[in-house]
């Protein structure tokens, strides 16, 4: 039995294309969002996801942006086109004070 994606998939299993939640966000008829509504659109996100807040925990998340500039090209905001981030943590929570 061949387990294989189909071509169109770039390799993905049926299992990492189900697994994950996905949240889309779009401007209204498909145009550019503003930096301002995009955040606004993130804390919706974790609005509706609040609810699952006692059971369950996000293990990775990855976003996808394509920003473009006044002209609608599409920009890199650094060398590498990422930003890595690690929640903060306090000292005081790291070592149970």
């Not at 920003?67 to 650094?78: A, H, K, L, P, W």
Request: glycine fraction near 6%; aromatic fraction near 8%.
């Amino acid at each position: 039995m061949d387990t294989r994606a189909p071509r169109g998939d770039k390799g993905k299993t049926a299992a990492t294309k189900t697994d994950a939640l996905r949240i889309k966000v779009r401007g209204r008829d498909n145009a550019p969002l503003s930096i301002p509504e995009w955040r606004d659109a993130l804390f919706e996100a974790a609005r509706q996801l609040a609810q699952y807040e006692p059971d369950y925990r996000i293990k990775t998340a990855d976003i996808y942006l394509r920003i473009i500039d006044e002209n609608g090209t599409q920009v890199r905001i650094n060398a590498k086109n990422e930003i890595t981030i690690y929640p903060y943590k306090a000292a005081a929570d790291e070592h149970g004070v």
